[in-house]
């Protein structure tokens, strides 16, 4: 059964240190999205791509964060510098098309900053 | 920003009974869909359903959308401690479909 692929599951940073993680979606999914949870609370969109360009990032701290997703394929999320508060799992997740429909979810990338 | 709200935070029932969720949101929909996340994992789809149905049933969980309250409902029937997870309702709202998702609701499910 088809999967979306995160690495790493788990990472360990220090502040003000980059980080960067890694989603590979379904294959033939155009839409892809990054969330950031924190423990307890509800999945927070950070960015969402359709094919390789970005359609929404209004919640995306653009001071330390970057996305890209090149050739519209597999993306990567950038921190620099870490910050305490970004503890939190990094959660990416793709669907089949522009209509909305069910989205997949990766495993996460429980990210703790120290 | 959260768009919907999912009441009550937390709930415990004994196996076998009925568990109800409830869902309300601000803005139109697209649709309306629901997951399930286990502890520490990523979050697994339920069932979607769109604004212009108003009933969807899926083996043992049943979904209803009320458009005029901006409201849903999940029932999940006969529960069985595997059922014990949070529970999230998603809103797919605008031409690029973004999916927003709410605070999440405990369900326990006791043996």
């Known amino acids: 059964e088809a999967e979306v692929a995160q690495s790493p599951r788990y990472k360990i940073t220090e502040k003000s240190q980059a980080v960067a993680f890694w989603c590979d979606p379904i294959?033939?999914?155009?839409?892809l999205y990054w969330y950031r949870q924190i423990l307890g609370q509800g999945p927070e969109l950070l960015v969402q791509?359709?094919?390789?360009?970005?359609?929404?990032d209004s919640q995306l701290p653009k001071d330390r964060f970057s996305a890209e997703r090149l050739k519209g394929v597999d993306s990567t999320l950038k921190i620099q510098p870490a910050e305490l508060g970004d503890s939190a799992m990094y959660l990416c997740?793709?669907?089949?098309?522009?209509?909305?429909?069910?989205?997949?979810f990766g495993q996460g990338t429980r990210l703790t900053v120290v | 920003s959260q768009q919907g709200e999912e009441d009550p935070q937390a709930l415990s029932i004994q196996e076998g009974e009925n568990a109800t969720m409830n869902c309300s949101y601000k803005?139109?929909?697209?649709?309306l869909q629901w997951y399930r996340q286990n502890s520490g994992r990523g979050l697994v789809h339920l069932i979607l359903?769109?604004?212009?149905?108003r009933e969807k049933h899926s083996g043992r969980l049943r979904v209803t959308l009320d458009t005029s309250k901006k409201s849903s409902s999940l029932l999940i029937t006969a529960s069985r401690a595997a059922d014990t997870a949070s529970y999230f309702c998603?809103?797919?709202?605008?031409?690029?479909?973004?999916?927003?998702f709410g605070k999440g609701i405990t369900l326990s499910v006791r043996p």
């Open positions: 791509f359709q094919d390789e360009s970005v359609v929404d």
């Open positions: 359903i769109r604004s212009n149905e």
């Open positions: 803005t139109s929909i697209n649709n």
């Open positions: 997740a793709s669907s089949l098309g522009r209509v909305a429909t069910e989205a997949f």
């Open positions: 294959s033939g999914h155009a839409t």
């Open positions: 998603a809103t797919s709202t605008g031409a690029n479909s973004k999916l927003t």
